[in-house]
């Protein structure tokens, strides 16, 4: 194999995941600002809690709203406590995001400066491995929460708390954590054959 | 299965290279191993060989596999 163009592409992939690192630090920081000083809050609700369940929008007879559909509300001035809410609605799934990448970059500038099969990546693949089982479902907890105070406010007659939960987060979970096994494995392999003449 | 870092095998190259009054150094060079891993076969640090080593081995020195390795028997 071409050592140097394996380097070369972890030279890239490092690259890449910093510059997409530092912009994701940059919009969250840009987003906290605005969260600070009350900016306009949008959220989804189900057309149920918008509208009730009988009422509902005028449609022509035959025409029903889809099961998924969402009504986006929109609060141009919040309260101190609504923009408080909102943001729960895309912090925590920026952080584990955040935190995603910056294992990864971790793992690639290892991989670069030196053994890519070194100690330090496996425990680095098994962090994100957790960090992705446990922090999926919490990030949707934590957004689920967030959807229904937000909806307390705006709803009279009190909302529902139903989070979305999907599989998503914990199935990438346990991959990475499959991987960060199969790469201990071959270090041990390797180990016994370091010493193989 | 035994242990795997138990054994009783030496290497017997001290003597070899002595009697064909020729230097690790050298060795390394005819066989192209290089002189640490030469030398912790020498010294009995290593954990296996290699067949394509061996043969490159007993080729250079002109000896059989049996007078580069022997088995201790110890009581």
Known sequence: MNT????GWLNAAATVLGIGLALLLA????MAVQAARGAPVSFPLSPEAAFGTEAGPTLLPGVELARDATVTVRLP???AAQSAW????WLPSTLLAGAAVTLVLLAVVRARRGDPFGGGVVTIMRTLGVVLLVGGPLVQLLTGVGSYRLAGTVL???ADFAPAFTLDGPIVGVCVLALAEVIRHGQRLREELDEVI | MP???KHNVVVTLD????ARDMTLTELADRVGL???NLSVLKNGRARAIRFSTLSAICEALACQPGDVLQVRNDA
Do not use: H, I, K
């Open chain 1, 4 to 7: 140097s163009a394996g380097r």
């Open chain 1, 27 to 30: 919009a969250t920081a840009v």
């Open chain 1, 77 to 79: 001035d919040p309260a």
């Open chain 1, 86 to 89: 909102s943001v729960l609605l």
């Open chain 1, 156 to 158: 009279g007659r009190g």
């Open chain 2, 3 to 5: 242990p795997p870092d």
């Open chain 2, 15 to 18: 003597r070899l290279l002595e």
């Open chain 2, 34 to 36: 290089t002189l640490a």
